[in-house]
């Protein structure tokens, strides 16, 4: 595989495009119907466009020539060309990525945030100018992780969420409200300095202080509640002491997200340099929509079994 700096090119992009392309047909006869998405009708476009160009040519070189030749159809080649190399470079590396490598790779990406979208995606992506609203609760979730989270609910299936941040209790209640969706009987444990005043009987609402983590949950109620766990980090407040104290009741399988991460990283860091190769990110939900669409970067994190081997295990040679 690439180094995750270098962009995928030459015989190893023709490779994964022609595998992804395969798998996109069974895909949508078996699961879809015939009926092809978005995505799946521009990247079947696109490589039945490259495939034919010069064998034994980079599809770059092929393109770039194109485009010089004919600009009206080669320039329009060479956007969608990139777009291509950026989806399948993330793509060949599999679904569990460590943390370092994603960061290497943001150098493809927005110099900031890492992702495909402008600034002004990401401004309102929580909504402008009023926030979503769940139960009549404003709801501080970009558009993305409203729909992220439900998936991760329901492929987790989470018998415990424990929130860290409870704000205005908008997000447990809605956290609680999907597992109900799932069926998932599980409940949600939620945690803030400040009271809260709604109430849901899937919810238990706490007063802690992140400064001091012992304080958050109880000892007893974190050994004693069910796995899987999901546990969501969103508190902006010692926040490597704050996943160092969660860390020693996760188990394999369980899910840390930890919200905001852009202004995060040196604590994420931090805590995985004490826990090396404890933690991937798990790239199904980050790049859900595009590459680190959510307010999690790089930090949908599940805990993974000690010593199991490679990390990354891609899609294709």
Known sequence: MADAAELISGDLLKAAAVKYLSDTKARVQQE??????????????????????????????????????????????????????LFLHRWQQGRFVEFAQRERSAAHYHPHYGTE????????????????????????????DFAIYPALISELRPRTIFEIGSGLGGSAVWFADHLALCGIEGCVHSVDLKKVEIEHPGVSFYHGDCGNPDTLFDPELLRSQPHPWLVVEDAHHNVAGVIEHMHQFLLPGDYLVIEDSEVKRPAIRQFLSAHPGNYLVDTRFTDY?????????????????????????????
């Open 32 to 85: 879809q119907r015939g009926l092809l998405s978005i995505f799946d009708s521009w990247f079947t476009r696109v490589a039945k466009a490259l495939i034919p160009l010069e064998r034994g040519r980079p599809w770059e070189d092929s393109v770039t020539e194109l485009a010089a030749r004919s600009p009206a159809v080669g320039q329009g080649l060479q956007w969608d060309l990139q777009r291509l190399r």
């Open 117 to 144: 979208f402008g600034i002004d995606v990401l401004l309102t992506c929580q909504g402008a100018p009023a926030l979503m609203r769940w139960r009549g609760t404003p709801l501080l979730k970009t558009v993305f």
């Open 289 to 317: 929509f595009g590459r680190n669409a959510t307010c999690a970067g790089d930090s949908i994190f599940v805990r993974a079994p000690a010593h199991d081997g490679p990390r990354s295990q891609p899609n294709v040679p």
